[in-house]
Structures are given as C-alpha cells and as structure tokens.
C-alpha cells in the first residue's frame, strides 16, 4: 500500500484533475458491469496502457498486481464450477463454465479500472472529488477510517514481524497464533492512539479534506478519454450485446 500510495503522487497524470480521472474510471466501472465480454477485454487493454504507458507506472508493478488478482480469481472462481454433494462425491458443472469466464474478466476489467484510479490518483484527492460530488458524509468517512486502518494494520504487521524475527522466532504454528494475536492487540492501541489524537485536536466529528489548487482541464487527455469509451460503447452495439 505505500508503494501505491507514493506512486499516486509521482506518476505523470498527477497533474490531471482528480475529477477527471475519476469521471473516467466510475465510467468505464459501469461500462464493464453492463457491458460484454468484448467491450471488457478492450477495456482491460485499453487501461494498460494509461497505466504504463501514460501514467509510466512500472510494468512490473502493474504485472505483479495483476498476478495476484489473477491468482485470487484461481482460488475462488473454480467454486462455481466444482460441486461436492453429500457423499463427498465431487462432480464438475459444465454449464457453468461459460459463466465463470464472464465473471473472470468482468473481475479483471473492474479491477483495472479500480487500479487505475488507485495509482494516479492520491486518496485525500479522490475523497475531496466525492465530497463535490455530493456523496454521503458517512460513506467518505469509512472509506476514509478503513484507508487509515489498512496503513495501521501494516506498519503494526511489519514491526511485529521484524520483532519476532530478531528474537530468532520460528514458524511453528504457536508463533503465528501468538503473532495474530499481538498483531489484534497492536492495532487496537494504534487506532486507541487515533482516536486520542482527534479528540485533542477538538475533532468535531467532520473531517476536512485539502483542496488541490493549480490543476486544469487536460484536453488531449480528455479528447482521447471521449473517443475511446465511444468506439468501446460501438463495439458492444455493433455486437448486437450489450450483456
């Protein structure tokens, strides 16, 4: 997550307004989850190339986080498919591999679009575009704490980890119920520190976001952004499916 995180700040869209980038990534979101499979394939293309291309995120970055959405998908999406009834007896439905391959790139392609956002646009950034775009208090403050919590979480894994590590800990088992436990324990008094924190500063229950200045409407950006959803939309009417 830190690398994510400090990718979002040095990659080549940064200076592209939040709104943009997120208008571009919740429209392509919907396209995928209304759209075909075609529609889906070019669009997971299509993303790889503002990531690595246009965004000049590291290639190996981009492959690693597709390897390991790939392998989630591997472990999960088989289920569909693979029944065990009450014999433990275990049968394979053919039926449903067609519906497992849509959903797998379906996955990929909301996947892209989620990751495209994520690596050029800083968080505190695409909060504040929610807030304009009127979205619920509530909804913009959890996705806040959850944000906070997952860093928290982390940095509390990591120093357990090397924790253990120098005190020649080993890999029974024993260790790593004891190290999940410290690690619940761990978060729990950083989040105790937290809230702390807040209630010092006199936190009256709102958090407020700082507004980038500076940042203009990126035409050639904008153009290409246009014509590609328009040829992508084509293709899925030509197609004659639309889902």
Known sequence: MNRFDTIAYNNRLRKVPPEQKVFFSFLLLLI???????????IIIWLAVWIVWYARV????????????SAFLCVSLPLLIVSI?????????????????TLCFRSIAAWSC???????????????????????????????????????????ADELHVAMKARSGGNHWRHAAMLIFQLIQKTWLYYEALSFALRARSFSG????????????????????????????LLGVIGGELL
Not at 121 to 144: A, D, G, N, W
Request: contains cysteine; charged residues 15%.
């Open 32 to 42: 995928v989850m209304l759209g075909n499979r075609d529609m889906q394939t070019v």
């Open 58 to 69: 590291s290639w190996q970055v981009y492959v690693k986080a597709l390897l390991l959405v």
């Open 85 to 101: 009834d009450h014999s433990f007896h275990i049968s394979v439905n053919s039926s449903n591999i067609s519906l497992v391959i």
């Open 114 to 156: 989620l990751f495209f956002l994520l690596v050029t646009t800083p968080f505190t950034e695409f909060l504040y575009t929610l807030k304009r775009m009127k979205v619920p208090s509530i909804i913009i403050e959890l996705l806040f704490l959850t944000y906070r919590f997952v860093f928290v979480f982390a940095r509390a």
């Open 206 to 233: 709102e958090i407020t976001y700082v507004q980038k200045e500076g940042d203009v409407l990126c035409k050639r950006y904008l153009f290409e952004a246009i014509i590609g959803v328009v040829m992508i939309v």
